[in-house]
């Protein structure tokens, strides 16, 4: 049996995630391949919400979702929060359309009532392992009438509905990896509804996919084996079929599948997360930009040597012809380049904005800054690769002057090495500073530089001592700048702590 594809006019395309989470990364370039197409076509995009599976249902995910989708940018024409006329846009809320249907195919012989228990169906399984055979689910012979199924029901037996497989052979004309052919017999009668009475993916997708007038979709290979399961649904309730499309997998550097569980085996080991949904870069101080940018070229390639593009260049660029078949590896370097080059190209305001929502998001104190102290800080920390570095250089700025803590490593580095050298220095400067005038930039490098030409000191004796004293580490800005950023009174109020506050060595 062939799955013919017809062009339409009309483009309607959908992300249809499940709320278990936030959104991953391998979603969020689906999603993404998807709007870039609408867009591109003058389509329409969708966003449906698969909610029907309650057992991996978590509270607030669908907020997590859009407040990923909003951040990067990809907003949809219908669905939650829009709108539309072929709502509602969440499965829990469409049982009944799911039940007609459902209904339907049960009347016409090509669904039946399963009565096994799960206790029997891993009897059959453990038989299959004994017998070193995979496991196929045994059709029932003659199978379960509507009322029988019913009755059980009742009685509170689990009971599911099945489809009844079609004996024909499936061919799938993908837009991707060409025509892909399931062979009768492969794929067992499938459950269509659960004993919770809700539909699974199966028969939902399938529903909302005709109804919703979808016309493409695009997912990833891991549905591919789906996809039969779907056409032959199609075809027994008299659905058109969309095209499909399946978008190569993203795999890990080292070849692994990129998981959720990759971040639950890291905290056992003790060992920093890596970033694998999208709040994951947003809270490790990435662009959007940068980040659309990067996973746009995961599978899909633009033909040329460029590789950098706002999303209005992806949209006019886009093609699913140019979308490869084989698996994308998500080097990690390359997105962190990505984003340095984004850091330096995006304008002051959009830089602003970005990174008041990287301090929003951590509660930190720069957070109270206004826009010409965050627009200074971004000048001062120029060159960054994300905005922890940004933090990290210049968060001390931004702490009330008795609120530094001192690096014990940095105090016995710089100010204790050599009896005390560091300290020694401080105490040096702090008169020369007190006497100082001019507290630009500038004018404090020029002192700086002639203090030390004066007194034969090299320039990270001075610096170095002064940046510990005043940001608590040995990270900041160049030391004339930090120093005029945090004012007059500020520094000498933190030199001064220094001196009173640590501990020399005796």
């Given at each position: 049996?062939?799955?013919?594809?017809?062009?339409?006019?009309?483009?309607?395309?959908?992300?249809?995630?499940?709320?278990?989470?936030?959104?991953?990364?391998?979603?969020?370039?689906?999603?993404?391949?998807?709007?870039?197409?609408?867009?591109?076509?003058?389509?329409?995009?969708?966003?449906?919400?698969?909610?029907?599976?309650?057992?991996?249902?978590?509270?607030?995910?669908?907020?997590?979702?859009?407040?990923?989708?909003?951040?990067?940018?990809?907003?949809?024409?219908?669905?939650?929060?829009?709108?539309?006329?072929?709502?509602?846009?969440?499965?829990?809320?469409?049982?009944?359309?799911?039940?007609?249907?459902?209904?339907?195919?049960?009347?016409?012989?090509?669904?039946?009532?399963?009565?096994?228990?799960?206790?029997?169906?891993?009897?059959?399984?453990?038989?299959?392992?004994?017998?070193?055979?995979?496991?196929?689910?045994?059709?029932?012979?003659?199978?379960?009438?509507?009322?029988?199924?019913?009755?059980?029901?009742?009685?509170?037996?689990?009971?599911?509905?099945?489809?009844?497989?079609?004996?024909?052979?499936?061919?799938?004309?993908?837009?991707?990896?060409?025509?892909?052919?399931?062979?009768?017999?492969?794929?067992d009668d499938f459950v269509i509804q659960k004993a919770d009475g809700y539909?699974?993916?199966?028969?939902?997708?399938?529903?909302?996919?005709?109804?919703?007038?979808?016309?493409?979709?695009?997912?990833?290979?891991?549905?591919?084996?789906?996809?039969?399961?779907?056409?032959?649904?199609?075809?027994?309730?008299?659905?058109?079929?969309?095209?499909?499309?399946?978008?190569?997998?993203?795999?890990?550097?080292?070849?692994?599948?990129?998981?959720?569980?990759?971040?639950?085996?890291?905290?056992?080991?003790?060992?920093?997360?890596?970033?694998?949904?999208?709040?994951?870069?947003?809270?490790?101080?990435?662009?959007?930009?940068?980040?659309?940018?990067?996973?746009?070229?995961?599978?899909?390639?633009?033909?040329?040597?460029?590789?950098?593009?706002?999303?209005?260049?992806?949209?006019?660029?886009?093609?699913?012809?140019?979308?490869?078949?084989?698996?994308?590896?998500?080097?990690?370097?390359?997105?962190?380049?990505?984003?340095?080059?984004?850091?330096?190209?995006?304008?002051v305001e959009r830089m602003r904005e970005a990174l008041r929502d990287y301090?929003?998001?951590?509660?930190?104190?720069?957070?109270?800054?206004?826009?010409?102290?965050?627009?200074?800080?971004?000048?001062?920390?120029?060159?960054?690769?994300?905005?922890?570095?940004?933090?990290?250089?210049?968060?001390?700025?931004?702490?009330?002057?008795?609120?530094?803590?001192?690096?014990?490593?940095?105090?016995?580095?710089?100010?204790?090495?050599?009896?005390?050298?560091?300290?020694?220095?401080?105490?040096?400067?702090?008169?020369?500073?007190?006497?100082?005038?001019?507290?630009?930039?500038?004018?404090?490098?020029?002192?700086?530089?002639?203090?030390?030409?004066?007194?034969?000191?090299?320039?990270?004796?001075?610096?170095?001592?002064?940046?510990?004293?005043?940001?608590?580490?040995?990270?900041?800005?160049?030391?004339?700048?930090?120093?005029?950023?945090?004012?007059?009174?500020?520094?000498?109020?933190?030199?001064?702590?220094?001196?009173?506050?640590?501990?020399?060595?005796?």
């Amino acid at each position: 049996m062939d799955v013919n594809h017809g062009e339409s006019p009309d483009v309607r395309v959908r992300f249809a995630p499940s709320p278990t989470g936030y959104l991953h990364i391998g979603g969020a370039r689906t999603v993404l391949f998807n709007w870039l197409f609408a867009r591109k076509t003058g389509g329409r995009m969708i966003l449906r919400i698969e909610d029907t599976d309650r057992t991996r249902h978590i509270a607030d995910s669908t907020g997590r979702i859009l407040d990923d989708l909003r951040w990067l940018g990809l907003d949809w024409d219908e669905g939650p929060e829009v709108g539309g006329d072929f709502g509602p846009y969440f499965q829990s809320e469409r049982l009944d359309l799911y039940e007609a249907y459902l209904r339907q195919l049960l009347e016409s012989g090509q669904a039946y009532y399963a009565l096994e228990t799960p206790e029997q169906l891993e009897a059959l399984r453990e038989q299959a392992g004994k017998e070193k055979r995979g496991f196929t689910y045994p059709r029932p012979d003659p199978l379960p009438t509507i009322e029988q199924g019913c009755s059980a029901r009742k009685a509170g037996r689990p009971v599911v509905v099945r489809f009844k497989m079609t004996d024909h052979d499936v061919t799938i004309v993908d837009d991707i990896l060409g025509e892909v052919t399931l062979r009768a017999g492969q794929i067992d009668d499938f459950v269509i509804q659960k004993a919770d009475g809700y539909p699974t993916y199966h028969l939902a997708c399938v529903v909302d996919d005709e109804l919703m007038k979808i016309t493409h979709v695009l997912r990833g290979q891991e549905h591919l084996n789906n996809t039969p399961k779907h056409v032959a649904l199609q075809r027994a309730l008299g659905f058109s079929t969309p095209r499909y499309a399946h978008l190569p997998l993203i795999f890990n550097m080292d070849g692994s599948k990129m998981s959720k569980r990759d971040k639950e085996k890291a905290v056992q080991k003790g060992t920093t997360p890596p970033e694998i949904d999208v709040h994951d870069f947003r809270v490790a101080g990435y662009l959007p930009e940068a980040l659309v940018n990067f996973i746009a070229l995961l599978g899909w390639s633009p033909g040329g040597d460029r590789e950098q593009f706002t999303r209005q260049e992806l949209t006019s660029e886009f093609s699913i012809e140019r979308i490869g078949k084989a698996n994308a590896r998500f080097d990690r370097e390359k997105l962190l380049s990505f984003n340095t080059d984004w850091a330096a190209r995006l304008p002051v305001e959009r830089m602003r904005e970005a990174l008041r929502d990287y301090l929003n998001i951590h509660d930190l104190p720069m957070r109270q800054a206004d826009d010409e102290a965050l627009a200074r800080v971004l000048e001062l920390c120029a060159g960054f690769r994300t905005f922890a570095d940004v933090v990290t250089k210049a968060g001390f700025f931004f702490l009330p002057d008795d609120a530094i803590q001192y690096n014990p490593k940095a105090v016995k580095k710089v100010l204790a090495k050599n009896e005390n050298a560091g300290f020694r220095m401080l105490e040096e400067l702090l008169p020369e500073l007190e006497a100082l005038s001019d507290w630009s930039g500038a004018a404090l490098e020029t002192f700086l530089g002639d203090l030390c030409d004066r007194k034969g000191f090299k320039l990270g004796q001075v610096a170095q001592p002064l940046r510990v004293a005043v940001s608590g580490g040995m990270i900041s800005p160049t030391i004339g700048e930090t120093l005029a950023m945090l004012g007059r009174d500020g520094t000498l109020a933190r030199l001064r702590r220094c001196l009173t506050s640590e501990k020399r060595l005796p």
